[in-house]
């Protein structure tokens, strides 16, 4: 994971991430990294596609990247068995069951917990993911990934709710859909902090 240095983020990534992962006495390997700020929450995001890129160069491992107002209440131990024809994992938001809203995109990708195993076919969709962002930067990157790994024909291991589960609704609501055990909650700051 990444954090903005100066911003309110850099803070939001201790509060929960670097935190969730100090309380793990299981040895997850971990490196969240603080970068520079661009100047704006979009461009900022955007930047996910080409730190994923330098993860998956830094590391000899599969990675997973976690955006850094998550946490791990629990050993997220299905990254450890997810097929090896799948080179990518996420979680697909089901937006009419989340939201109860119908505006013609009923389903979401969700890069906020995204596994990207460490091979030559990933690395080039995340070259491309770099490079969509930054030829159309109005687009959210999230969106690019879905577009970029749907052009390619990438199957996407569908990595259940628990792994991606959204603390809370817009404006601190309860969320409809229930998780009961999550291993991995996003706190979603950027409601609040991405202005």
């Known amino acids: 994971s990444y954090y903005t240095i100066d911003t309110p983020y850099q803070e939001v990534a201790h509060t929960y991430l670097l935190n969730s992962l ?3 006495n299981n040895g997850i390997k971990s490196d969240v990294r603080g970068v520079p700020n661009l100047g704006s929450w979009a461009k900022n995001t955007s930047y996910k596609a080409q730190f994923v890129s330098t993860m ?3 590391h000899t491992d599969n990675i997973v990247f976690l ?6 209440p629990k050993y997220p131990d299905l990254f450890d068995s997810i097929p090896e024809s799948y080179n990518f994992a996420a979680h697909t938001l089901d937006r ?12 979401e990708l969700l890069s906020g917990t995204l596994f990207v195993r460490n091979c030559i076919e990933s690395r080039k969709i995340v070259d491309e993911w770099i490079l969509t962002c930054k030829l159309t930067p109005q ?15 990438t199957h ?9 589960y959204i603390r ?3 404006g601190g609501k309860e969320p409809i859909v229930p998780c009961e055990s999550p291993i991995i909650v996003h706190n979603q700051c950027s409601r609040t902090l991405r202005n």
């Open 67 to 72: 955006d850094c107002d998550a946490e791990i």
């Open 96 to 107: 009419y069951a989340w939201y109860r809203i119908n505006n013609g995109e009923q389903f």
């Open 22 to 24: 100090r309380q793990m």
């Open 168 to 170: 809370t609704l817009p």
């Open 156 to 164: 996407v291991f569908p990595l259940p709710l628990a792994y991606c």
């Open 139 to 153: 687009i959210w990157d999230q969106k690019i990934l879905d577009m970029v790994l749907k052009k390619n024909g």
């Open 56 to 58: 998956l160069e830094h």
